[in-house]
């Protein structure tokens, strides 16, 4: 399918859901400095062809404009004609929808994301043990043990993409990228949000255990 195949309605609704969900995050104060970019796949995934709504680059995100989102195709490039340049991280989303076939990429920078990923960057991953919210990945076992994969910041972005597959785990919606951020996904906006909610939940929780454990 190309990108002019896909109808006005479907890229409103889009649209529209991506500026909600931008919104909401805007309110919990996730885009501190104008970090954090969002994305939303549209029409169906072809791993040669897949089209996403991304954020532009370097915008404060805490304000709505017509001017927040482009529409950009598997290789990054505008799909249609604007001003905007996307996200300056969009190739990491575009490696995550190639190697997930997900519907949406939510990436925030935050206290707890940042310390947890300093934490335990010498194991490259963050273990968490047996917290019930693990349950909002769909993992139901008891007493679930996950490892949320780290990989290193660079400031050249696309360095960092050949990181993403070695580490990837498909139980697992998501990544730290060292002193950095959160990637967060899933198959649509929705699930995408309720895993960085719980990301989050968690990071914050292994972080405060990991202080209790040594009597700080
Ligand atoms: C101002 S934070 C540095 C860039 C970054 O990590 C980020 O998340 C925002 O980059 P974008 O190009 O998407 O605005
Ligand atoms: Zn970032």
Same mark, same amino acid.
């Given at each position: 399918m190309s990108f002019a195949d *896909? !109808? =006005?309605e479907e890229k409103q609704r889009v649209l529209s859901e991506f500026s909600a969900v931008k919104a909401d995050f805007a309110s919990r104060h996730w885009f501190p400095g104008t970090s954090g970019n =969002? @994305?939303?796949r549209i029409g169906p995934y072809e791993p040669s062809a897949f089209y996403f709504a991304v954020t532009a680059s370097g915008k404060d995100k805490t304000k709505s404009t017509p001017e927040d989102f482009l529409f950009v195709d598997q290789d990054g490039n505008a799909c249609e004609t604007t001003s905007l340049r996307p996200s300056?991280? !969009?190739s990491l989303h575009r490696e995550i929808y190639r190697l997930t076939g997900a519907g949406a990429i939510f990436h925030i920078h935050s206290v707890f994301n940042n310390l947890v990923s300093e934490l335990f960057w010498e194991q490259r @991953?963050?273990? *968490?043990e047996g917290v019930e919210l693990i349950k909002a990945f769909n993992i139901w076992d008891e007493d679930a043990v996950i490892n949320v994969p780290i990989v290193p910041n660079y400031a050249n972005v696309p360095q960092i993409v050949p990181e993403i597959e070695p580490v990837l785990n498909p139980r697992v919606p998501g990544l730290l990228i060292r002193k950095h951020g959160v990637c967060a996904w899933g198959k649509d906006a929705s699930e995408a949000k309720k895993h960085l909610e719980a990301f989050e939940f968690l990071f914050e929780y292994v972080f405060r255990w990991q202080l209790l454990k040594q009597g700080k």
């Open positions: *896909i !109808t =006005l =969002l @994305s939303m300056a991280e !969009t @991953s963050v273990p *968490i």
